[in-house]
């Protein structure tokens, strides 16, 4: 069993910053994929990033290349998303979520095993 726990979302500014981190308990999450998603109200749950078990591999969806950073820290059992730029068509809530195997991400939300409770983004314009 894994549990996920997200911290650092909040209200900025278009164009700020933010840094999300999503912790994880249990000791599989160093052979575990991750991926951020995202959803807002009437939306349905899209794929932000995702990064494999080892972090070689990661992907981005293209609303938010070049702007969205997603890494990790397996001794920390923690991953997170660096957010630069921001606009207000990225506020929704962001959810971190795990992958047992294979050891590589996917975009499909279906995939993921565990989830986190998420945190709120807000960007105002």
């Known amino acids: 069993q894994v549990q996920l726990v997200e911290s650092g979302g909040g209200l900025v500014q278009a164009g700020g910053s933010l840094r999300l981190s999503c912790a994880a308990s249990?000791?599989?999450?160093?052979?575990?994929?991750m991926g951020w998603f995202r959803q807002a109200p009437g939306k349905e749950r899209e794929v932000v990033a995702t990064i494999s078990a080892s972090g070689s591999s990661r992907y981005y969806a293209d609303s938010v290349k070049g702007r969205f950073t997603i890494s990790r820290d397996n001794a920390k059992n923690t991953v997170y998303l660096e957010m630069k730029d921001l606009k207000p068509e990225d506020t929704a809530v962001y959810f971190c979520?795990?992958?047992?195997?294979?050891?590589?991400?996917?975009?499909?939300?279906?995939?993921?095993?565990?989830w986190g409770q998420g945190t709120q983004v807000t960007v105002s314009s």
């Open positions: 249990g000791r599989t999450f160093s052979t575990s994929a």
């Open positions: 979520a795990a992958r047992r195997l294979p050891t590589i991400g996917t975009p499909n939300p279906y995939e993921y095993d565990y």
